[in-house]
């Protein structure tokens, strides 16, 4: 089992001016290349730096030059943590706090909201985006190339074939408004490197560059090369060698990317940022894993939250070590947009965050929540936060619960324990019924002693502060499905905007 001091993805280079202040680029001085790489569904204990059995040399170097971000927060789900990455605000604020964006929804990121590539362009940035969008296509002004995007080439919905690129039996492939019909056959982690080589190869480079790129690695349904299944014949677990592959598949990938920026002479001025975008999904199927984290993707567990996170870049102030300050995915904005010379929303969660990753100062960000969800549903009502070091959760923390192990033979978990006990946490003995659980999590990072009983003043304390926030809550955007408008075949067979 891996060590809580180092984490998952992230990687990013700012300035700082001689005093500790940070450096905001004037006109006169060229701006960083932004590279925002996004890993879906990565857990804690699926990165080499944190796990030796995974093969991840490129984001292992990169890791431990740059400096580890080890209490790097993010969403539950995919679509909630891209609605953070995107707007700066907790998207229980954004109606996004429920559940991921399905492929016949009619719904989307509400438009009130301006996103961080719009802003950017503010600020003579050329902005492209490669991989996973999630955030609602059903009509053109929630696409992409709408939301500040100026190339776009991905996916709109949640998941898709690795190898033809479809879901449901329609292709989900395009470049901007153009569906690409001809990379049946293609690994996706292939073919997003290759398209990100195309665009840093082509780009003005006396314009900065801003590159979202969210891969569709690792999510499901989970598919790999041969040759990266053959790197892993000690594990004896059929999906969680394909998982395996995967990571190392998409550790390649980044390295291509990296030699791109490298050759075309950007890297040395580029701020490169890789983050997960939740915890792993640790079930049988999807094989993910967050040892010693309590939980999985989808759960309030910091297994759900807790992201592998990490910067790099030549002009840190503080390199080759462990950050244990609390930073969140709606910092980002903030962090990004003050850096380059903008100013963020008064009423923005988000805080600017560049002296905690730069220096290493304490971080401003002292609290935070991690969902108010007042559906009801598997996962639902609930709600959680952190303040310092205590962390509360009121209602359902979601399941899987416990410290699920790696799977070490084909279909076994925990002996042989069946789905349906597996998805409610039976085989850990857990109490499901309970509603209120509180930890310290700086004493108890893997979530093992709950302090409810004992500590029922902290309770009402972090209870209060919800309350406070729920006041911001806005409604659950769960619209009724649309199969019938949404259907590809009026599309010319593929998912495409225009039907709501």
Known sequence: MQSLAIP?????????????????????????????????????????????DIITPTLDKLAREGVILNQSYVQPLCTPTRAAFMTGYFPYRVGLQHKTLERDEPAGLPLNFTLLPKRLKEHGYETYMIGKWHLGFCKYEYIPNARG?????????????????????????????????????????????????????????????????????????????????????????????????????????????VTSLQKHGLWENTLFIL??????????????????????????????????????????????????????????????????????????????????????????????????????????????????????????????????????????????VLMDEYEEGREFGFDNSKKVYLFNIKDDPTEHHDLANEMPDKVAELHAKIHEYKKKLVPAIYPPREKEKADPRKFGDIWSPGWC
């Open 149 to 257: 995007f100026d190339h776009f080439y991905g996916f709109y919905n949640t998941e898709e074939a690795y190898y033809n690129h479809s879901i449901g039996g329609y292709l989900d492939l395009r470049e901007n408004m153009v569906g690409d019909f001809n990379e049946n056959g293609t690994y996706s982690s292939y073919l997003f490197a290759r398209k990100a080589e195309e665009y840093i190869a082509k780009h003005n480079k006396s314009n900065p560059m801003y590159l979202y790129f969210p891969f569709q690695s690792v999510h499901g349904p989970i598919a790999v090369p041969q040759k990266y299944y053959d790197m892993y014949p000690s594990i004896h677990d059929g999906n969680r060698r394909i998982k395996s592959g995967m990571i190392t598949a998409l550790d390649d990938a980044v390295k291509e990317l």
């Open 8 to 52: 998952c993805c992230i990687l990013l280079v700012v300035l700082t001016s001689v005093t500790g202040e940070p450096l905001v680029y004037r006109q006169d001085v060229q701006k960083p290349h932004i590279v925002f790489v996004a890993i879906d569904d990565l857990g804690w204990n699926d990165i080499g730096y944190n796990n030796p």
């Open 275 to 416: 983050t997960t975008d939740n915890g792993g999904p640790a079930t049988p199927r999807n094989a993910g894993n967050n040892l010693p984290l309590r939980g999985s993707k989808a759960t309030l567990w910091e297994g759900g939250t807790r992201g592998i996170a990490f910067v790099h870049g030549n002009i840190l102030e503080r390199k080759g070590y462990v950050n244990n300050e609390m930073i969140h995915a709606v910092d980002w904005y903030p962090s990004l947009l003050e850096l380059v010379g903008g100013k963020r929303d008064p009423d923005m969660d988000g805080i600017n965050v560049w002296n905690t990753i730069v220096r290493g100062d304490p971080s401003p960000r002292t609290e935070f929540i991690y969902n108010i969800d007042e559906m009801k549903g598997p996962r639902s009502p609930s709600a959680a936060i952190r303040v310092g070091d205590y962390k509360l959760i009121v209602g359902k923390p979601g399941t899987p619960d416990g410290w699920v192990p790696v799977p070490q033979i084909d279909g076994v978990w925990e002996e042989r």
